[in-house]
């Protein structure tokens, strides 16, 4: 009786289940790529906004302090946005003719909101507490990167758990010290001793689910 | 006190499981006890029937063609991305409003005329949350369910929403217009046809208002009606003194309480502050040894009965007759304990021996003579100006309401009344039955109505005008002591078209468009009690949430002692020995309102609809309830189903009315008696209580408020589903209610824990885990819980906690994290009753987070069970797995996602659950973790008592106490060191971190036993003759 298969059915059946396995080992690891990339993310998304503020200019031009605008960062969850009272406070008398400033103005003017769009959007079930943060020696640079190089707000970081939980499991990675934490520009010096600085602020970052789920 | 064993026969299953150190066996309902069939199924079961399995007629295999399908699609839905959000700032931003953080703002909720203080929770504006405003006499910090569940009312989307003139919409200048020009009809005649009905009211400002409408129209008269109201006790005032006073108690200086079916912990303005103060003349905490006596004689077992050492039950008709009969002993008369004997001498020389130090308490549901006789013992006992003070009643005008009511429907009735003003009540249903309201108000020209709902009074009325809800109107109202409290709005109204009952009685003035603030501002300002710079006391007051030194001075007014002489002649007047026997064969009818939805005005509220009755465990429904023994008499029965509980409808006939109710089998109600709730029925109440329940006030009539005789129950043939939740989530009576006496206790301090065998610590197979820095835990005293309910709702209220509705609760599927199971003991005519809150308990080796195979229960480093909701996908092991049956499971999607109103409500702070998503306790975690935010931002560490959960903070007896149990000064790790403390089943080695502290009770060894032994099957023939239905208390046999 002659052979159904031709012999070279073996390589081929060989090749086929073994490729299979890297098809799916591939097609995994594609998958987790995918889910890390900037475009599911959303790390570095430039987002436009109505009114094309620039941090780079208000923070690394003028010098001015994150609280003056985000005033609750300090005693609360949220960092507060800055009422358009803010921005007024010093767009009356500069650039008070602006065409770039109108949705300011107009705002002021019919007692509208702004309506900015979320560069760093958590999901809804996830919950952060900015105040429990830059109390404790974490910088805003830290999650935001250096504002004041940025013309337009973008997204710095991942913002996926695993990113979380990096700074969570070792804190002296990025502890810096109190006095720096509004500080975009701050770099660890060469005596910098993040170990040392944790200790000091008694930085115990729960990993426990609830500390941002519930 | 304790049940002999041999007395309860056919139970030895039972017996043997239920066998406990101290001879009490405690169940939760008569099948359980009689361990039917039923029941076992049932028990034997995580869910009932077709809770857990789909049998749905369309068939197996359709269902999985759609889902195949479905779930295909729903691959794609995982595929999208997070929606953009915006960020909407201010524009210019309010002073003291930090965004993340709430704020709290003191005002007042009114309840039947009365204020309960509160702080209510204000998130970036919107109101989210009621606490109780500890400053505040009345509530002290605590609130009541009703007061937990009011911000459901205030984003009710069924609320009214425009004014309506014949049901079209117009707007107030119209409503203006119509009235101004009624009122120039009136001018003429002095306002004669003018009748303006209210509630109870209390408030200084709108009873100002009224009188300066009564000065212009002197003819008009001023009416009120209060279903609820304090009929008996303000007509018993008059008897007694001759003029309407309020009294009130200091229970924490009486070492012995007497009620007369007097439910101080469920009715009455001044509920809360007497469940704490009478709370703490119970607690044993701190090394205490002793402790007050509470002895409660009641015809409806209420929470006082629960909490009572000695109960005995009495139809209504028969407390007039204890209550003289124990004045008549007192007194000295010998002859006087024939009736009562056994239990009266007994009584009578514990009340004489803590003369000046023991309060007896007449209850709404009694007549005023009972009222006067407890006036009178409490001045015969040297007990006014101790325990009991008379006082200037808080109401602004306290009259007799019935007889109002009365008077102004024979006015109807004869045409007098040509325009009619009604403000909040709604007496087109709560009228009494023989006064014939609705059909009367068809005579008046021109009727007005201002209501929350388009409800069944609105229906009736030409006009009708939204009121704006108490979080959003201006006003002012007295607390059960004078004290007074402005109310502040929260929020502006929904609904722009919304007036508050003073902007109303504004339209009769020459400001007929004058806001509510207006009307209270002006007012307080022309009386000066807020001191000479007004507004700074203006200012005060409103922080403060109280008027300072407005409260009533007790005794000013009433001399205590000799005022009270006239009750003797008024009580002699009726004959003074027992009333008659009602006629034969005849039995008595009892009204109470709803013990969730009042007297029908929360009945469009879900949280409350499906709040379990604290002693009966229904939701959804009232019903008709009788004693085991005339529910045998009467063929009813009970039958457990698959959804639900199925009962006989009974048709109730009285006075030539009839109404058809479902019986309900209530242990420790008096034989031959039926009380009904009212409240349910309701036609116009909203999508939520609509066509819930039967209406009872058809039977209600204005000569008998609260009880009646000559009431025929029939069976009717017809069957009917009641959901009840009282055996849901059964531990299958294991040991999990500890009680002992008081002697008991003092001879083993630790009799609760004894009768765990608790393994060692090292006894497991998982690693020990050393909690550093905070262990959180709480302690629930038993002893001091009443099962108000107010934890329940206030858990509902801070956690998003969905209604889930009749049928899903018929099937166990109610969704409340925190339940209170009653527990009875003894026999099933004279019940002891315990209540018990359970919720997760935050087990040290939890059951449920080995089963779970993603991971989505796990422990936290400070001991929470954490319940991560996005990881859950729906095995339900963790439910199957817990032996406290403590979490919940979202079936369907319960939460409502689409209403706008409702999503204002939402706690921001805790996530709402969608479909398939296991939930429950989480001790409040986003309390924690926002007192440690808070710490942190002022620099410092948590401190006992920065973190109060919200069934903490909602309690009025305090019987809850949450903090840190590392921390050895905290007040939870002190209680968790008492010698009564002990964990439910921890003997499974779950290491609960909630613990219980046994309750304690303290018989009078004096007293006859409860004839607790009393063998169901025996009920079934009725008890002796009325009124010597306790003749034999001391049952034959018994030592």
Not at chain 2, 545 to 552: D, E, F, Q, R, T
């Amino acid at each position: 009786m002659s052979q159904i298969f031709h012999h070279s059915t073996n390589t081929v059946s060989r090749v086929s289940i073994f490729g299979a396995l890297f098809v799916i080992a591939a097609a995994l690891w594609l998958t987790l790529q995918f889910s890390r990339s900037p475009y599911a993310t959303g790390e570095g998304l430039v987002r436009s906004q109505p009114v094309p503020f620039s941090h780079q200019h208000h923070v690394g031009g003028m010098g001015i302090d994150c609280r003056y605008c985000h005033t609750s960062v300090e005693i609360s969850a949220s960092a507060g946005m800055p009422p358009t009272k803010t921005c007024m406070n010093c767009h009356s008398q500069i650039w008070a003719t602006s065409a770039m400033l109108e949705p300011v103005r107009e705002s002021f003017r019919t007692d509208k909101s702004i309506e900015w769009n979320r560069v760093h959007d958590l999901p809804d079930f996830a919950y952060f507490a900015h105040a429990s943060h830059v109390n404790r020696g974490i910088g805003c640079s830290t999650c935001h990167g250096r504002v004041d190089r940025m013309p337009l707000m973008a997204q710095a970081a991942s913002l996926q758990m695993e990113w979380c939980l990096d700074c969570h499991r070792n804190p002296a990675k990025y502890v810096r010290p109190q006095d720096q934490v509004f500080n975009a520009a701050w770099e660890p010096g060469p005596d910098h001793d993040g170990g040392r600085l944790a200790r000091e602020y008694d930085l115990k970052p729960s990993t426990a689910c609830s500390t941002c789920h519930r | 006190m304790s049940a002999p064993r041999d007395e309860m026969p056919d139970l030895s299953g039972l017996t043997r499981r239920m066998d406990s150190q101290d001879g009490r066996r405690f169940w939760q309902s008569l099948d359980e006890i009689q361990e039917t069939p039923e029941f076992l199924a049932f028990l034997h079961r995580e869910f009932p029937e077709n809770a857990s399995q789909f049998e749905d007629p369309a068939g197996r295999r359709q269902f999985l063609k759609i889902m195949g399908a479905s779930m295909a699609l729903a691959g794609l839905t995982g595929c999208t991305r997070q929606p953009e959000e915006k960020i909407v700032p201010f524009v210019r931003a309010p002073e003291d409003m930090i965004p993340g953080r709430p704020m709290f703002f003191a005002t007042a909720l009114v309840e039947g005329g009365y204020a309960n203080g509160v702080l209510v929770e204000s998130h970036m504006g919107r109101p989210t949350k009621i606490e109780g405003n500890p400053e505040h006499p009345g509530s002290l910090g605590a609130t009541d369910a009703r007061a937990q569940a009011d911000i459901l009312n205030l984003y009710d989307p069924d609320r009214s929403r425009t004014l309506t003139y014949l049901g079209d919409i117009r707007v107030w200048d119209d409503f203006v217009a119509g009235l101004r020009s009624a009122l120039d009809a009136q001018r003429g005649a002095g306002g004669a046809g003018l009748r303006i009905l209210t509630e109870t009211i209390t408030s200084p400002t709108l009873a100002a208002q009224m009188d300066s409408i009564l000065k212009e129209f002197p003819a008009a008269k001023w009416h009120q009606w209060d279903p609820d109201g304090a009929h008996s006790a303000r007509a018993g005032a008059v008897l007694a003194f001759g003029r309407p006073t309020d009294t009130r108690y200091d229970f924490t200086r009486a070492n012995v309480v007497l009620t007369l079916d007097a439910d101080f912990a469920s009715a009455g303005p001044g509920r809360l502050r007497y469940i704490r103060d009478h709370a703490s003349t119970r607690k044993l905490d701190g090394g205490r040894t002793s402790m007050s006596r509470l002895y409660s004689v009641e015809s409806m077992p209420g929470l006082m009965g629960s909490q009572a050492d000695h109960r005995l039950r009495l139809k209504p008709s028969d407390v007039e007759g204890f209550a003289r009969a124990l004045d008549a002993a007192l007194g000295g008369d010998a002859s006087a304990g024939k009736t009562w004997g056994a239990w009266l001498d007994p009584l009578a020389a514990d009340l004489r021996a803590n003369a000046g130090a023991s309060i007896v308490m007449p209850g709404e549901y009694q007549t005023p003579a009972v009222h006067a006789l407890a006036h009178a013992i409490n001045a015969r006992l040297g007990n006014v100006g101790k325990t009991v003070f008379h006082g200037t009643s808080a109401e602004a005008r306290p009259i007799d309401q019935i007889a109002s009511m009365r008077d102004l429907a024979y006015d109807m009735e004869r045409g007098a009344v040509r325009l009619l003003v009604i403000l909040g009540a709604n007496p087109a249903f709560t009228a009494p039955a023989d006064l014939d309201f609705a059909r009367k108000m068809d005579r008046v020209p021109l009727r007005v109505h201002l209501g929350l709902y388009d409800d069944e009074t609105a229906e009736l009325c030409h006009w009708h005008v939204p009121q704006a809800h108490a979080l959003e109107s201006w006003g002012d109202a007295r607390a059960y002591d004078g004290t007074v409290t402005i109310q502040q709005p929260l929020i502006a109204p929904l609904y722009p078209g919304c007036k508050s009952p003073h902007e109303l009685l504004a339209a009769f003035s020459a400001r007929p468009s004058v806001k509510g603030y207006d009307v209270v501002r002006d007012f307080w300002r022309a009386g000066g009690a807020l001191g000479a710079d007004f507004e700074l006391g203006w200012r005060r007051a409103l922080h403060d949430g109280v008027v300072p030194g407005s409260a009533l001075v007790p005794g000013a007014v009433v001399p205590s002692g000799s005022a009270v002489a006239p009750v003797s002649p008024a009580a002699s007047a009726v004959p003074g020995t027992p009333p008659p026997p009602p006629p034969s064969g005849g039995m008595e009818i009892a009204f109470r309102p709803d013990p969730s939805i009042g007297d029908g005005r929360f009945a469009n509220n879900g949280w409350l609809q499906e709040l379990p009755k604290p002693l009966t465990k229904l939701t959804w429904d009232n019903a008709a309830h009788m004693s085991p023994g005339t529910a045998k008499r009467l063929g009813v029965t009970l039958e457990r189903t698959a959804r639900g509980i199925q009962t006989d409808i009974v048709e109730l006939q009285y006075r030539g009315r009839s109404v058809h109710a479902p019986a309900w089998i209530m242990p420790g109600h008096p034989d031959d008696t039926v009380t009904v709730h009212f409240g349910y029925g309701r036609r116009r109440a909203g999508r939520v209580g609509n066509n819930t329940g039967f209406d009872a006030y058809p039977l209600r009539t204005s000569d008998a408020l609260w009880s009646g005789t000559g009431l025929e129950v029939a069976k009717t043939g017809e069957r009917y589903t009641l959901a009840c939740t009282q055996d849901h989530w059964s531990m299958e009576s294991r040991d999990v209610v500890r009680a002992a006496t008081l002697a008991e206790y003092q001879a083993t301090p630790d009799y609760a824990r004894k009768r765990s065998h608790e393994p060692p610590r090292e006894m497991t197979m998982y690693p020990n885990y050393r909690y550093e820095g905070h262990a959180w835990g709480m302690s629930i005293d038993l002893n001091a819980c009443v099962g108000c309910n107010a934890c329940v709702v206030a858990c509902q209220a801070e956690n998003n906690i969905p209604v889930v509705g009749k049928q899903q609760v018929a099937m166990s599927r109610e969704m409340h994290w925190l339940r209170i199971d009653r527990y009875y003991a003894g026999g099933a005519n004279d019940p002891e009753t315990y209540h018990q809150p359970m919720m997760c308990v935050h087990c040290e080796n939890a059951p449920c987070e080995v089963v779970c195979p993603v991971a989505a229960t796990v422990h936290s480093d400070e001991g929470l069970n954490d319940m991560v909701y996005n990881r859950c996908v729906g095995t339900r092991y963790c439910s199957n797995n817990c032996p406290y049956k403590v979490r919940r499971f979202n079936f369907f999607l319960y939460a409502d996602f689409e209403t706008t109103s409702l999503k204002l409500m939402r706690n921001p702070d805790v996530t709402v659950r969608s479909r398939g998503v296991m939930e429950k306790c989480t001790y409040c975690v986003q309390r924690i973790n926002q007192a440690k935010m808070e710490a942190t931002a002022a620099g410092r560490g948590l401190r006992d008592g920065d973190i109060t959960t919200a069934c903490q903070a909602a309690c009025p007896a305090q019987a809850i106490v949450f903090g840190d149990i590392n921390d050895k000064n905290s007040r939870v790790a002190k209680l968790k060191a008492e010698p009564r403390a002990y964990g439910v089943l921890s003997d499974l080695n779950t290491r609960p971190r909630t613990t219980y502290l046994g309750a304690v009770r303290n018989p009078n060894p004096r007293m006859p036993p409860i004839p607790a032994g009393e063998p169901i099957d025996e009920t079934a023939a009725p008890q002796s003759a009325p009124g010597s239905a306790h003749d034999e208390a001391p049952a034959p046999g018994h030592p």
